[in-house]
């Protein structure tokens, strides 16, 4: 089956970094995206890798390893505003993403 | 201003009923999804369709229906609604494969 792991939550204080990891098994593999999801609100993109390596985006950086089907979401000096579900998604063919679980981020003063 | 836009925002209806939910897009995309997402925050996608055409069609009920009368609007029409089917649902749009999805503000039904 086609599956992806995330931490169900992580908790980090104000002003820290913070990794968010996903791992995948999927059958076909064409990028790593990652989505952010207030509470009540919509998922909104926050970036892609389809090669290997560090995409930084502002204080969002997010890395891909495809050799060992793993990913990550860096976030730098957090903010109160960063508390959200962070869902990471596989484009395993084309036009379908697979989603994760989502990782619940619990910013604390 | 508006990108993705979904009505109504939220949806609460008796079990047995019919409702559709109606979605467009601004954006010029060629792609559009429904999903479906629980009360655990899983995300499960239930139909695609690109330029009007169905390309992804999961294991969904046959009680729901997308129609999509052109590349700008993909709306869903649920039958005989059961409890089951409470959750949020989100309209996205894409241009080609789908890498950045945009998500309109999601539908919020309850069914009693």
């Known amino acids: 089956g086609q599956s992806l792991e995330q931490p169900s939550e992580v908790t980090a204080v104000e002003g820290a970094i913070v990794q968010i990891n996903c791992t995948y098994q999927t059958s076909g593999f064409y990028g790593l995206s990652w989505y952010q999801q207030h509470d009540g609100g919509a998922p909104t993109f926050l970036s892609y890798n389809a090669l290997d390596g560090l995409e930084e985006t502002g204080r969002f950086s997010s890395f891909l390893s495809r050799s060992d089907s793993y990913g990550y979401l860096l976030l730098q000096e957090l903010q109160m505003k960063d508390s959200a579900s962070y869902f990471c998604a596989v484009r395993g063919s084309s036009y379908q993403l697979i989603w994760g679980a989502g990782t619940k981020l619990i910013i604390k003063p | 201003d508006t990108a993705v836009s979904q009505t109504p925002k939220y949806l609460v209806t008796q079990m047995g009923n019919d409702k559709s939910i109606k979605c467009e897009q601004n954006l010029g995309h060629d792609t559009m999804y429904w999903y479906k997402q629980d009360s655990k925050k899983f995300l499960k996608i239930m139909f695609s369709y690109n330029n009007k055409e169905l390309i992804i069609n999961e294991t969904v009920p046959n009680r729901f229906s997308p129609k999509s009368p052109d590349k700008a609007h993909l709306n869903l029409h649920i039958n005989s609604l059961e409890l089951g089917d409470s959750a949020v649902y989100f309209c996205?749009?894409?241009?080609?494969?789908?890498?950045?999805?945009?998500f309109g503000p999601g539908t919020r039904l309850t069914v009693l």
């Open positions: 996205a749009s894409s241009q080609d494969t789908g890498n950045e999805q945009f």
